[in-house]
């Protein structure tokens, strides 16, 4: 069986962190350049937007609300391409909308793993089993499938019964063919850390390569405007999640970030870290505000008013992001930015327990997402 050898490949080359062994030099070696060549504003992840519409319409999602013709316009391969050769990043993320909607997203993939990009494909998981044959296994391809908890909590989050057992079938069919997979889960104000544990330890049991956190970010465009995280809640809520960990679990982040979302680092955001570029062009400043468009990549970086961005600059839309798309860069630039920055990141992957007595793993909070009923907000477009 061809996923066999894919299975053992991955199995063979991979860290307790969840990220192959190869990825980590690539991303390292990768900033280190950027640091020997004095360069302050370097990309590490490019988010690869092709498309907006989605087959889901989530309460907490603020990317899918454009009118028709805006939904209906995708990104060629050949505009793809250019954008990732311009910015330069190793790792590329493609999230959207549904990427797995787009009619050319093999043709998208297949053309960034020839350019020995390592690629994350972001889905809601419901197309994919239906279009997993147009994929070729590869140590420089995952997909990352969007899980927002146990199975009631995530069918609530995106608003639509029947979610969660469609991804985990996708998640399944997946594995077994031999392909890298991870989890994305977006975190918000009522989250019951006891729940997100067990959806963890369900995820693991799956086989999945690793785990990715977030909190919620504030968008002005959702539905449901009533369940974002403040900075205090949030690293009041990833504590009470991240400390007394158990062995099976492996995050796909950085471990530094993590700690950031605990309370036990602080980071000034650096969003040329992972710049957006959709069908508007490279978004100012980034993936999660609208501020502009720039028509190229070095352009977004010479004329983007950077210091009125970050918690620091006193922005009210910044105010309560802790968002990695603004700060694992940070993160990331730490670990390789000095000797204690990469003694830190060690010690966090060795030590990575993170055992707190006053963090009880068995009280649950009373959960505030799910305390009505079950309701689709809108109906979302098909391709």
């Not at 954008?83 to 909308?97: K, M, N, Q, R, W």
Request: aromatic share 10%.
């Amino acid at each position: 069986m061809a996923g066999n050898g894919q299975v053992l490949c991955r199995e063979e080359d991979r860290t307790s962190m969840g990220v192959p062994v190869s990825q980590m030099w690539t991303v390292a070696s990768y900033v280190i350049a950027q640091k020997l060549r004095g360069r302050k504003q370097y990309p590490v992840v490019l988010m690869l937007e092709p498309l907006f519409r989605c087959n889901l319409a989530c309460a907490g999602c603020g990317k899918i609300q454009y009118p028709a013709h805006v939904l209906k316009t995708d990104l060629t391969p050949e505009q793809c391409f250019a954008a990732v050769d311009e910015c330069g990043a190793p790792l590329v993320s493609i999230p959207g909308g549904e990427p797995l909607m787009h009619p050319q997203i093999a043709e998208i993939v297949e053309g960034l793993v020839a350019r020995k990009k390592y690629v994350y494909l972001c889905t809601n998981g419901l197309l994919l089993k239906e279009k997993i044959d147009q994929f070729k296994p590869s140590k420089y391809f995952s997909f990352v499938v969007h899980m927002d908890g146990q199975r009631e909590h995530h069918d609530f989050a995106v608003c639509r019964e029947g979610t969660y057992d469609k991804a985990v079938e996708g998640i399944r069919e997946a594995l077994q063919r031999g392909f890298r997979l991870t989890t994305n889960t977006t975190l918000f104000d009522g989250a019951d850390p006891k729940s997100v544990r067990e959806f963890f330890d369900e995820m693991m049991d799956l086989g999945v390569e690793g785990m990715m956190l977030s909190p919620g970010y504030t968008y002005d465009k959702a539905p449901d405007q009533d369940h974002f995280l403040s900075k205090k809640k949030t690293r009041r809520l990833f504590r009470q999640i991240l400390s007394n960990r158990r062995e099976k679990w492996r995050f796909n982040m950085s471990p530094l970030f993590l700690e950031y979302l605990m309370g036990r680092r602080e980071y000034k955001c650096t969003p040329w870290g992972m710049p957006t570029y959709n069908i508007f062009g490279w978004q100012k400043p980034c993936y999660l505000l609208q501020d502009g468009y720039a028509d190229t990549f070095d352009e977004l970086l010479r004329d983007t008013k950077w210091e009125r961005y970050g918690t620091e600059s006193g922005n009210p839309k910044c105010a309560n992001c802790m968002v990695h798309s603004g700060y694992e860069a940070s993160a990331v630039n730490d670990t390789f930015g000095s000797l204690r920055g990469f003694a830190a990141t060690v010690r966090a992957t060795l030590f990575d327990k993170y055992n707190d007595p006053d963090v009880d793993d068995d009280t649950p909070m009373t959960p505030t997402r799910s305390s009505g009923p079950l309701v689709q907000i809108g109906a979302a477009p098909d391709a």
